[in-house]
């Protein structure tokens, strides 16, 4: 039993997408349809002051997940880790998670017929290693652990409000946080 | 707000994510993450950049599954990048070669028809043998690019004994890092990229030009400034908002090619206003050598040192520089009746000059911001960093230099926060000793005959096109080419391809169809790094001494050899394969029939063997770890040039260098000194029209070069990334003027070369009016390449060859482009 | 992707749930809609050709659509799982609407059976009680399949411009219209003397004037709504949606229908052509309407913090 969740500190984030591409072989992503995390470039700004920030698409494991509530048979849950996930058997494939994920974080995965999205490396994390994005950052950018753990480094980011969730006037409580660059 | 661009652009890429279907499936997808069967992690390092991360390859049931970083390695620390963990679809690439290619038709088609080994090889060596017999061997020609550049070059040589021919390259020397290797050499004795390192992790200030870490990312550098970004101040430099300028904290979109006057104003104030480090200039560098007339008073040899008279104050004359108590830095002495000034004087007089003020109007960057820069920067005992690739301009290695000069006028040199020099540096390239070209090469002929200061290097690879197109100095017929993909990153494409027409027979070594394979008349592929066991090399780039591997991790996937078995073969077929044990002996310092019969019994891994024996080495940790520490940062740190001597002629930081008045004094009107001058880039010379621009370029963080662009991984990574990577960058304020809007087709032709190659353009605010900004490495024609990005742009065509006098790179940015509507 | 000058959100549209989702939400409303209105008509008295006709006309057309709905489904061989998976989900729409199909198909067809000639043995055939019971439940659960295809995609909070109350509104107005529509047409083929033809054209007339407004309502204030909302008015009225949108569901499905049938139908009654083509326009309308309310469906991405 724990809660697991990310911080993304976008100050040290070098939009490099290593943590998209040991993504996709650690998951064997279908990445010519889609990816479980994507890095996208933001910018901002008239010459010469301007900015580059990197916004990362993921799954936010939501604590009142859209995907979940509206999912007819179950498929999309949440484990007792506080994972949100796709149970492949039971999902009929009707969408309707998707449609209603407010964070672009699941694709059809095109030999499953079924969404796929980030599971936090649920079977990495179950033998207690990291996710794979978050073991081979260079920059250490994408920090995971135990929300519940006082302990633990995400924890205090997140309480000392270093951490903040996007979205979060869609109330869905995401596990994802992020650290604002300067 | 989102404009309506935005979202139309958001929607067309649903659409396409949407249809563009399913090209490659290099495994079924559906298959288990976490499928049971045998698994293994076998050590290898990291190709698919020059930066040789550590890596262990994850191995299930024969198939690799991942590639990760290893954990506690000096150099990466357990992180590997994009490309490194792309890895994987470069070895199960169905686009490889497959088996050895032998020409069937027309030069630059694809007709070849599959063979054997035996068959390819034995085609190669009589090929050889018939130069052999016309007494030419000298027309055999070799280039390779960067892969065996970093890791084969005693084999190269060996191989080139073997041959009997002195005509082989590393084209990385003239196109990557001569210009900057040798502007720190000046100074420090050594200057390539693996031999210096800034120490991010305990940085208090970094100024960073002409180079961008974050975004040509090496991990080695990427982890120490993104883990350490918090810990110290940023400046980045670059006429673009690069990668690095977006984690800076001020960004200065500089002029193209003007570093060198914003370094020299530095120095000019740190200077002026005494901010420099007295003590570390008087001990540890020649400032207080005395100087008559811009030379040396009096220089004698001692030890394998130049010795020198410094003015001690303590004593009121002059001694020998160890033997002074206070050596004088600045004023005007009298010595023996003659009128004498200490090095650091005279450069204080240089740079008087150089000026805030002049300076802003040659970089556009104000001049009050030079003085606040140089004053924190001194405050905070800064560091310029190291820079990799610097062959941009005719300024090239004195901008390193100044750079070079500007940290040991803070004291910045192998210190804590400062430039730190790599167990590389300190403990095998001082002991390595530097070799010429022989006089019969044909590069160095080439280059001395334009008076070409380095031309004894022998390294000027834009040589070979003269020879085999004009048999200038004599013809190059027949050509190896190794892991370099020559028409995409040697300047002036066309040019290239009118020599690899000429030639006579061409091999080419290579993992994929790239477009120079074209003109090939035999192609051997070679394995990729995890197929295959690697001799041993020494650990680069870290603030630690010691070595690493390569351990075969998976058979070979297709029918191919390592490029070493492919030497020892031809060579065996000629009847030289002892010369080229006996070449390799001296290369390795490992005896010759050790090596050979080592290979003979354990084929590449016996010749790490035989290495691991004679350094050493405890092998079985080798092939366990991957690697072994001999050194930690401890042991490297205020080593050079605090306790040991550093690899100049005076064992000293050297503000004025032996090495630049020794190529000052091989050239009619050198441009340089020992000092350091204000050049101008050579583009300056022309004033821009009203569709003209400098073209400055750099890497994107998934690519490298030209050679992961087939990456399927990679490559879908660059589409996604839309014109940020795959257009070419224009100012919106220009692109108004031209009447050019984001997407659209453009031509770019280059001024000097005439050739021209299309593009889309991304205008935006990241970059300066005068400025297009690419990455390079796209725009392969080779039908046989499936992945690749579409649409952007082949930046060879628009590099003129050419060359500087004094380091004899190929000034890869002293180009200006014309842009119009397509 | 390559985001530029955003503001907090980027914006894509919703590339999910197309023709064939609009299709069955088509269906869907206008059976369940068709068969309430027979209903209707049966507790009127009405012609035994339009009770029988239309709740079958109802039940087959929900049907269909409910094959829509399974054939856009990934793994449509499990579609039962919507109601008979082990971890069910009972709050989710799907569900509910599921249920909702199940229960109205089941009692359209108890309803109407036993008006058939193969299936007057059927015990209920002669119970008035219990076929009233079953043609109430139908009429219900109808209601509630109508109602329901809206709300489906009225909850998607993160598509603003389906998340509104009018949304429901709209498609159970547009229902009960081309239900009406697709009776009217069946009557013309079955029995065109019918007088119930005209009356239902009168009673459509008035359901679009209706529709008509609330629909104006819904864009009024969605286009003050958030920027996505903003983003799917204006791609309705003037962007790529708009050929669609003006064209079909406001000109021919709305303007063109009620112009024809307070134009022509209500002063000359009997012209069956043009109560046909009025007709015709409608149906079109509606199933254009699903279609460009879920292409306009624009997601509102949370991109920056
Ligand atoms: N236009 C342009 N030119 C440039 C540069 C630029 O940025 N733009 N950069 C310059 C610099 S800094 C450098 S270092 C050079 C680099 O020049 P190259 O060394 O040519 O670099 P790559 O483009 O990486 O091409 C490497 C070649 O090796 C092949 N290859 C990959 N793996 C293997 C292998 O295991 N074995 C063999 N035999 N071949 C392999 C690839 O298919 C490719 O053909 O280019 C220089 N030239
Ligand atoms: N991802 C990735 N990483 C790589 C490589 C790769 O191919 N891909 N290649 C490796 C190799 S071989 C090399 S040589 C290195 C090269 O890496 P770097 O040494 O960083 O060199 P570049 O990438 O050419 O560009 C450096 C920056 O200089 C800027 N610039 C251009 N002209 C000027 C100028 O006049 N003044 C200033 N101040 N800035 C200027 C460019 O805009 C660019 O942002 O990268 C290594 N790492
Ligand atoms: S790997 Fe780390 S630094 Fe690179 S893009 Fe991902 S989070 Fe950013
Ligand atoms: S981000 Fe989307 S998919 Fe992930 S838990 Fe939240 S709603 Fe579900
Ligand atoms: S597609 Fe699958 S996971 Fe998503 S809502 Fe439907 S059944 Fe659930
Ligand atoms: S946690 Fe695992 S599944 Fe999620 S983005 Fe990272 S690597 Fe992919
Ligand atoms: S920086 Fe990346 S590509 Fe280069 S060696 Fe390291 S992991 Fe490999
Ligand atoms: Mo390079």
């Known amino acids: ?94 969408k309707y998670c998707m449609v209603a994920c407010p964070y672009l974080a699941r694709y059809i995965h095109p030999e499953r017929h079924t969404p796929d999205k980030c599971t936090f490396c649920v079977h990495r994390v179950k033998e207690g290693k990291l996710p794979a994005c978050v073991e081979t950052c260079p920059a250490n950018a994408r920090i995971f652990g135990d929300l519940d753990d006082p302990s633990s480094e995400v924890a205090k980011l997140v309480a000392e409000n270093r951490a903040i969730p996007i979205g979060a006037e869609y109330g869905t409580r995401p596990k994802v946080f992020y650290i604002r660059p300067r | 707000m989102v404009t309506r661009r935005d979202f139309l652009k958001a929607t067309a890429l649903t659409a396409t994510a949407i249809s563009a279907g399913i090209k490659f499936q290099p495994r079924s997808y559906a298959e288990a993450t976490t499928a049971g069967g045998e698994v293994k992690f076998v050590p290898n390092i990291c190709a698919m950049c020059p930066a040789a991360c550590s890596i262990q390859v994850e191995v299930r049931d024969g198939r690799v599954h991942r590639i990760h970083g290893t954990p506690d390695h000096p150099i990466n620390n357990g992180k590997i990048c994009a490309r490194g963990n792309a890895g994987v679809q470069r070895v199960y690439n169905p686009d490889r070669i497959k088996k ?54 005693p084999f190269f040589k060996a191989f080139l004994a073997a041959l009997g021919t002195p005509n082989g390259v590393g084209v990385p020397e003239a196109l990557c890092f001569i210009p900057k290797a040798l502007g720190w050499k000046s100074a420090y004795g050594f200057g390539t990229h693996p031999e210096l390192l800034t120490d991010y992790e305990n940085a208090r200030y970094v100024i960073m030009l002409r180079r961008n870490v974050a975004g040509s990312i090496s991990v080695v550098h990427g982890w120490r400034l993104g883990q350490n970004r918090r810990k110290f101040k940023l400046i980045v430099l670059d006429p673009r908002y690069s990668e690095t300028a977006a984690k800076a904290d001020m960004w200065l979109p500089i002029k193209p090619g003007t570093d060198l006057a914003f370094l020299l104003a530095m120095m000019n104030v740190i200077i002026n206003e005494k901010h420099y480090d007295s003590n570390f200039l008087a001990k540890y560098s020649n400032a207080p050598m005395l100087l008559k007339d811009g030379k040396p008073f009096k220089v004698w040899d001692e030890g394998g040192k130049k010795k020198y008279l410094v003015y001690d104050l303590a004593k009121g004359t002059a001694v020998e520089h160890d033997s002074a108590v206070l050596p004088a830095l600045e004023g005007e002495y009298e010595v023996d009746g003659e009128k004498v000034i200490p090095a650091f004087e005279a450069l204080k007089r240089r740079v008087a000059e150089y000026t805030p003020e002049w300076a802003e109007k040659i970089t556009d960057i104000e001049a009050e911001k030079i003085r606040e820069i140089a004053r924190d920067f001194a405050l905070h005992k800064g560091v310029v960093d190291s820079g990799w690739h610097g062959p941009k301009y005719r300024n090239s290695l004195l901008t390193w230099r100044a750079a070079a000069i500007v940290n040991a006028l803070v004291g910045s040199v192998n210190n804590d926060g400062g430039l730190l020099f790599t167990g590389l540096a300190q403990f095998v390239s001082t002991k390595a000793q530097t070799t010429e070209a022989p006089p019969q090469s044909v590069l160095r002929m080439w280059a001395e005959k334009r008076g070409i200061a380095t031309a004894f290097l022998g390294h000027t690879v834009q040589a070979f096109y003269d020879a085999i197109v004009n048999e200038d100095p004599y013809p190059i017929k027949m050509l190896f080419v190794v892991g370099h993909n020559l028409l995409m990153n040697m300047p002036e494409r066309k040019k290239w391809e009118e020599a690899l027409n000429k030639l006579d027979f061409m091999v080419a070594v290579d993992i994929l169809p790239q477009d120079h394979l074209y003109y090939a008349d035999v192609v051997l592929p070679e394995s990729t790094y995890v197929e295959k066991d690697d001799p041993l090399f020494p650990i680069a780039y870290a603030p630690a001494f010691g070595f690493h591997t390569r351990v075969k991790a998976i058979e070979p996937v297709y029918d191919t050899k390592h490029v070493i078995e492919m030497m020892v073969e031809i060579s065996a077929r000629l009847g030289t394969e002892d010369t080229f044990f006996k070449a390799l002996s001296k290369g390795l310092g490992v005896d010759a029939e050790k090596l050979k019969t080592y290979y003979h019994t354990e084929g590449v891994a016996g010749i790490r063997r035989a290495q691991a024996e004679a350094k050493g080495v405890n092998y079985n940790e080798l092939l366990s770890k991957g690697y072994v520490v001999k050194a930690g940062r401890d042991k490297l740190v205020y080593n ?99 009447g050019i809007r984001n997407g659209d087709r453009v031509v770019v032709e280059s001024v000097y070369t005439g050739d021209k190659t299309e593009a889309i353009a991304f205008v935006n605010e990241l970059v300066r009016k005068d400025t297009i900004f690419t990455v390079s490495g796209f725009g392969q024609r080779s039908e046989k390449l499936t992945n690749i990005p579409q649409r952007a742009m082949t930046m060879a065509r628009l590099i003129p060859l050419q060359f500087d006098t004094i380091s004899g790179a190929t000034m890869s940015q002293e180009t200006i482009v014309r842009i119009s509507k397509a | 992707m390559l985001i530029l000058n955003p503001q907090h959100y980027y914006l894509l549209q919703q590339p999910w749930w197309g023709i064939l989702i609009a299709f069955y939400l088509f269906l869907g409303g206008l059976g369940a809609m068709a068969f309430c209105i027979s209903f209707y008509f049966w507790r009127q008295k009405g012609s035994e050709p339009l009770v029988v006709g239309g709740s079958l006309l109802g039940l087959i057309a929900v049907l269909i659509g409910t094959l829509f709905l399974i054939f856009d489904l990934g793994h449509p061989e499990r579609f039962y799982l919507v109601l008979l998976s082990p971890r069910l989900n009972p709050s989710s729409w799907i569900v509910v609407g599921s249920t909702l199909l199940s229960a109205f198909m089941l009692f359209a067809a108890l309803f109407v059976a036993p008006k058939l000639r193969w299936f007057k043995w059927l015990p209920w055939a002669k119970s008035e009680t219990l076929t009233k019971a079953f043609g109430w439940l139908g009429f219900i659960t109808g209601i509630g399949v109508a109602a329901y295809t809206g709300i489906l995609i009225g909850i998607v909070f993160n598509i603003p411009f389906w998340n509104a109350p009018a949304l429901p509104v709209i498609f159970m107005i547009s229902a009960l219209s081309t239900g009406l529509a697709s009776l009217i047409l069946m009557m013309l083929v079955i029995d065109r003397e019918s007088h119930e033809i005209h009356v239902m054209a009168k009673m459509d007339g008035f359901t679009m004037i209706f529709e008509l407004i609330v629909l104006s309502i819904f864009l009024l204030i969605r286009s003050y709504g958030p920027v996505a909302a903003i983003e799917s008015v204006n791609t309705i009225l003037f962007g790529w949606l708009a050929p669609y949108f003006v064209g079909g569901v406001l000109l021919l499905g709305l303007a063109i229908p009620i112009m024809l049938i307070f134009g022509y139908e209500v002063r000359r009654p009997g012209v069956t052509a043009v109560t046909a083509i009025s007709a015709i326009f409608v149906l079109i309308g509606g199933a254009l309407l699903r279609y460009v309310v879920l292409e306009a469906g624009i997601l509102q991405i949370p991109c920056c913090i």
């Open chain 2, 640 to 738: 050079m040039p605090y306790k040991e001597p550093l690899p100049t002629p005076t064992g000293k930081v050297e503000i004025f260098s032996f090495m630049l008045a020794n190529f000052a004094s091989k050239v009619q009107d050198p441009y340089w000194d020992a000092l350091i001058k204000w050049v101008p880039p050579k583009v300056s010379e022309r004033k821009l029209g009203s569709n003209e621009f400098y073209m400055v370029y750099s890497r994107s963080p998934f690519t490298t070069h030209s050679s992961t662009s087939d990456n399927p991984l990679l490559a879908k990574l660059i589409e996604d990334s839309e014109l940020y990577y795959k257009g070419i960058w224009i100012n919106s304020e220009r692109a108004a003027e031209l």
């Open chain 1, 1 to 94: 039993m724990a809660r697991y969740g990310m911080v993304i500190d976008l100050e040290k984030c070098l939009g490099c997408e290593a943590c998209v591409t040991a993504c996709v072989e650690e998951n064997n992503v279908p990445y010519e349809t889609g990816l479980r995390t994507q890095v996208h470039r933001v910018v901002t700004g008239k010459f010469p002051n301007v900015s580059t920030m990197y916004m990362h698409r993921i799954c936010q494991h939501c604590e009142h997940p859209g995907c979940v509530s509206v999912c007819p048979t179950g498929a999309s849950y949440v484990n007792e880790d506080g994972i949100v996930l796709i149970d492949y058997e039971l999902c009929i494939g009707c």
């Open chain 2, 100 to 153: 050895p290619l032998i020409r069937t038709g027309e030069k630059g088609t694809w007709s070849f028809r599959e063979a054997s080994w035996e068959e390819a090889l034995s085609l190669i060596a009589s090929k050889v043998k018939e130069y052999h017999e016309m007494g030419h061997p000298e027309y055999i020609g070799m280039l390779g690019g960067w892969l065996p550049c970093t890791y084969y070059k």
